[in-house]
């Protein structure tokens, strides 16, 4: 595998180096209090300083960061910068359509954030309490997160891809008592009806007592007197002027749902004190952010990559940063590449995915675009192969930006491994090495560690101050989800190798996420979707390549006795999945199954039917437990009229 120096141009703007990169590191291994204790009081402005930096540890599970320490996410978002910056656009919002564009200023954006802080205060929103936000990528978003943080409200952003089955539940098990949302989003030249799936979403709700709907779109909504508010009225009503409130730095700033391997969407809990210092450390060195640069992460808040990266981290460091509203290929193929020449963008953040999608419709979608700003190029979500890298790299960055591919998850909170720019030589298709702080290991069952270049399972084996607090009102599920397998250390649920040059090289998931277009998704979920249809007696997921999306949906759907399979059940079963779930999570292949593979005790085996979807039959591996031998043959026989099948849509 070769490397790729640090291209010359860079090297002579950047200011870390490869043998500053190892100091650094080793200091913080060394002595995480003071090196944490250093980034906290450079990155972040207390209110009162904190009196540990970190107490407790993965043993015991009772981690805090900065305890007693007193902050507020908005005011290291905006006052501070107030002084210096005021002037300065916070947000570049770049529309659906090229020709709606608003630069948002600190001021600005300020004051807005104060005004609706009033308005939550005003419809009695208090500290600790959740608010659901379902919104599309419109400046209103940020300034909604950071009027909760203001006030010291939770705030719980659900994707607007998600279907109104998911935000119901999203909404249940935050107990949100109010919905913020717009009439209509727009992607894609397509419009979303946002608050139609809120309506839907709140008639198993009661205790939802308020929505406050921004208006995107002229299109009318249906409105329910008691419980619909414009936000454009309510902001109105209020002074831009909110005074911040002292939040402890172990107080939760924002629940986040994400896919676990069964059961529902976990709610994911991030405290303020750490989260902000890691956002904004991470931001900070990963970007190599420079005073006045234009900086873009193409994620939607609806994310993790959207929370820490389009928000906090890049305000936390007074960047401007650009929210993109559409999608890559509207109007044309071409748009990320104008948008960066449109708006000087120099660094960008997006997801293999993406780029796998432009590369395939051919580079001439490049021409016309300069690209001459950027400086930096960053991937997350899902391994990027070497050849879409080297793609990336070469044509996108014209061999003269590194790519930073970066690795982590909704639970680390920030960037665990990533190549820092222009300190670390870059290898195509590797996360390369740890952050500050960071201290993974590659483990085999047994929790021994292996030897150079033996795939095992990513743990990291001490905490770092961006991961997560617990699960939402389930602790179990947090100690069993992470640190039940190998006590005293975080599991990460990704397997990976590390080459003799200490990089990392992270291959996906093992264990029963799906990982699709970088979307996460449960197999539990989507089994739990197809039981839903009255014709589905047992169902069982797994997941495929696929040369975009990275994986894809592959079920094996057994029919109750006497129904006979049809493409009008296959149909039904893909819009119930949809339905359950969202768009994100559309079935590529259906496989028939009479039965389905288990072991005397009955438990199916989803190792085999992961092997039958990627027609990977030479090693089946041990199958002497099962109930059956039979059943694989036959659903070996089936795998091939799958195949035709998808061949022919
Ligand atoms: C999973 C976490 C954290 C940002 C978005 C995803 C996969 C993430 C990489 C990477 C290989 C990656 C892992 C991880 N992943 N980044 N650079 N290389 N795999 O957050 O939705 O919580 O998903 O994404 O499998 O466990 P998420």
């Keep these: 595998?070769?490397?790729?120096?640090?291209?010359?141009?860079?090297?002579?703007?950047?200011?870390?180096?490869?043998?500053?990169?190892?100091?650094?590191?080793?200091?913080?291994?060394?002595?995480?209090?003071?090196?944490?204790?250093?980034?906290?009081?450079?990155?972040?402005?207390?209110?009162?300083?904190?009196?540990?930096?970190?107490?407790?540890?993965?043993?015991?599970?009772?981690?805090?960061?900065?305890?007693?320490?007193?902050?507020?996410?908005?005011?290291?978002?905006?006052?501070?910068?107030?002084?210096?910056?005021s002037k300065q656009a916070a947000i570049i919002w770049e529309g659906d359509n090229p020709d709606e564009v608003r630069h948002i200023t600190y001021a600005e954006l300020y004051e807005d954030v104060c005004r609706f802080a009033n308005v939550l205060k005003k419809q009695n929103v208090k500290k600790g309490d959740r608010v659901c936000i379902y919104m599309p990528m419109v400046p209103e978003v940020v300034v909604v997160m950071l009027a909760c943080a203001r006030i010291g409200a939770i705030h719980s952003v659900v994707f607007g891809g998600f279907s109104p089955e998911a935000l119901e539940s999203r909404i249940l098990d935050a107990d949100c008592h109010m919905v913020i949302t717009a009439n209509e989003g727009l992607r894609g030249g397509k419009v979303i009806p946002l608050k139609k799936n809120v309506d839907e979403a709140l008639i198993n709700c009661p205790q939802v007592r308020k929505v406050i709907v921004i208006?995107?779109?002229?299109?009318?909504?249906?409105?329910?007197?008691?419980?619909?508010?414009?936000?454009?009225?309510?902001?109105?009503?209020?002074?831009?002027?909110?005074?911040?409130?002292?939040?402890?730095?172990?107080?939760?700033?924002?629940?986040?749902?994400?896919?676990?391997?069964?059961?529902?969407?976990?709610?994911?809990?991030?405290?303020?004190?750490?989260?902000?210092?890691?956002?904004?450390?991470?931001?900070?060195?990963?970007?190599?952010?420079?005073?006045?640069?234009?900086?873009?992460?193409?994620?939607?808040?609806?994310?993790?990559?959207?929370?820490?990266?389009?928000?906090?981290?890049?305000?936390?460091?007074?960047?401007?940063?650009?929210?993109?509203?559409?999608?890559?290929?509207?109007?044309?193929?071409?748009?990320?590449?104008?948008?960066?020449?449109?708006?000087?963008?120099?660094?960008?953040?997006?997801?293999?995915?993406?780029?796998?999608?432009?590369?395939?419709?051919?580079?001439?979608?490049?021409?016309?675009?300069?690209?001459?700003?950027?400086?930096?190029?960053?991937?997350?979500?899902?391994?990027?192969?070497?050849?879409?890298?080297?793609?990336?790299?070469?044509?996108?960055?014209?061999?003269?930006?590194?790519?930073?591919?970066?690795?982590?998850?909704?639970?680390t909170g920030g960037i665990l491994i990533s190549p820092l720019p222009g300190a670390t030589p870059l290898k195509a298709g590797s996360a390369a090495w740890p952050f500050f702080g960071v201290e993974p290991a590659i483990v085999d069952d047994h929790g021994n560690e292996v030897a150079d270049d033996q795939m095992g399972k990513l743990i990291i084996k001490k905490p770092w101050p961006g991961m997560m607090q617990t699960i939402y009102k389930n602790r179990d599920r947090f100690v069993a989800a992470y640190f039940k397998e190998f006590p005293g250390n975080y599991l990460t649920g990704d397997d990976a190798k590390r080459d003799s040059s200490g990089y990392y090289w992270i291959t996906g998931r093992n264990d029963d996420v799906l990982k699709i277009a970088g979307h996460r998704i449960g197999t539990g979920e989507v089994e739990a979707a197809l039981l839903h249809n009255a014709d589905v007696s047992e169902a069982a997921v797994v997941a495929v390549p696929d040369e975009i999306k990275g994986e894809a949906i592959y079920a094996f759907v057994t029919l109750k006795v006497d129904i006979k399979p049809t493409e009008e059940i296959k149909k039904a079963l893909i819009q119930q999945v949809r339905k359950s779930i969202g768009a994100i999570a559309t079935l590529s292949y259906v496989q028939w199954a009479d039965t389905l593979p288990k072991t005397r005790s009955g438990k199916i085996m989803r190792r085999l039917l992961r092997k039958i979807a990627n027609n990977d039959l030479t090693e089946l591996g041990d199958t002497s437990t099962l109930a059956d031998p039979q059943v694989v043959d036959n659903l070996i026989a089936n795998r091939l009229a799958v195949e035709e099948s998808s061949r022919n849509n």
Excluded at 380 to 399: A, L, N, R, T
């Design 1 to 85: 595998m070769s490397t790729h120096p640090v291209p010359v141009e860079y090297a002579r703007q950047t200011n870390l180096t490869e043998a500053q990169y190892r100091k650094l590191y080793d200091r913080s291994l060394r002595d995480p209090t003071n090196f944490w204790s250093e980034m906290a009081q450079k990155f972040v402005t207390w209110y009162k300083p904190w009196d540990a930096v970190l107490t407790g540890s993965f043993e015991k599970l009772n981690m805090a960061w900065f305890k007693q320490g007193k902050l507020n996410a908005a005011y290291n978002c905006l006052d501070r910068h107030l002084g210096t910056r």
């Design 215 to 411: 208006k995107r779109t002229e299109n009318p909504v249906s409105w329910q007197e008691e419980r619909d508010l414009w936000y454009h009225d309510l902001m109105k009503t209020v002074m831009p002027q909110c005074p911040p409130e002292m939040i402890d730095s172990e107080d939760s700033l924002f629940v986040l749902y994400t896919s676990g391997s069964t059961g529902k969407p976990k709610g994911i809990l991030h405290t303020t004190g750490g989260y902000l210092v890691y956002a904004a450390v991470t931001h900070h060195y990963v970007f190599d952010y420079h005073d006045g640069e234009i900086y873009w992460c193409t994620a939607d808040v609806g994310w993790i990559t959207g929370h820490t990266y389009s928000v906090y981290g890049p305000l936390l460091n007074g960047a401007t940063t650009l929210l993109f509203e559409g999608v890559p290929h509207y109007p044309s193929f071409s748009r990320f590449w104008e948008i960066i020449d449109k708006h000087k963008v120099n660094i960008f953040y997006t997801a293999p995915t993406a780029i796998r999608a432009l590369r395939r419709e051919g580079d001439q979608f490049l021409q016309g675009t300069t690209r001459e700003s950027l400086k930096l190029l960053g991937t997350v979500g899902e391994p990027i192969g070497p050849d879409v890298w080297e793609w990336y790299y070469s044509v996108v960055g014209q061999s003269r930006c590194p790519v930073v591919d970066t690795w982590w998850q909704t639970e």
